[in-house]
């Protein structure tokens, strides 16, 4: 079946679902509804009760209120923006991060079983690693590394200069090569390369 949307932007179909068309909103949940997901999950250290609940919230409100969103901009930055924030309140809720039982991600890909095994044991390091550090930091990790944000897009969804986001990155990489070195002192290093 051909999707009537394919060629429509998002700030398009936001601003059809101003004007009351239900089916652009669909799209858009379509669209974007496993990414914030998927993102969220990953800032709430795993929680997927909790990221499924501000998914809902989040897009109740879009229903509520689609004019909070200026279509001059672009909606990508814009709802990722509103997905953080909305992990950010949660963080700001709690004294301290709550880590889930681990599940592995796809970090781990080798075939080899004895490689498995080390990338589930570095997958599970890694987490714990990223729940130590602030929710500024492992933002900008989770936005650039698993997101694959790029660092203009990641600057547009926190709102801050480029720079800011490079040293966020370059401190949370700095961190976690230090507590993940036992594993392979460049594996995290490694993330960056031929990445601008």
């Known amino acids: 079946m051909i999707n009537p949307f394919s060629n429509t932007s998002d700030e398009e179909l936001m601003v059809q679902f101003h004007k009351g068309q239900r089916s652009a909103f669909d799209e ?92 589930i044991h570095f997958n599970k ?23 694959k944000l790029s660092i203009r897009e990641i600057s547009e969804v926190i709102d801050c200069p480029e720079g800011t986001v490079k040293s966020r990155i370059h401190y949370a990489i700095r961190l976690l090569s230090q507590k993940l070195s036992m594993f392979n002192p460049n594996k995290i290093e490694t993330y960056d390369a031929n990445r601008k």
Do not use: G
């Open 125 to 147: 390091s890694l987490k714990k690693s990223l729940s130590d550090l602030t929710f500024e930091h492992r933002c900008c990790f989770v936005l650039r590394y698993q997101e």
């Open 28 to 119: 858009i949940y379509r669209r974007y509804s496993s990414l914030l997901l998927t993102l969220m999950y990953r800032l709430l250290n795993q929680d997927r009760e909790l990221a499924h609940d501000l998914l809902h919230d989040i897009f109740i409100r879009l229903i509520e209120n689609p004019n909070k969103f200026d279509p001059n901009k672009r909606f990508k930055p814009w709802i990722y923006a509103v997905a953080t924030n909305e992990c950010m309140k949660q963080y700001r809720k709690k004294s301290t991060s709550r880590l889930d039982e681990f599940q592995e991600n796809t970090f781990a890909e080798d075939p080899e079983i004895l490689m498995k095994l080390n990338d």
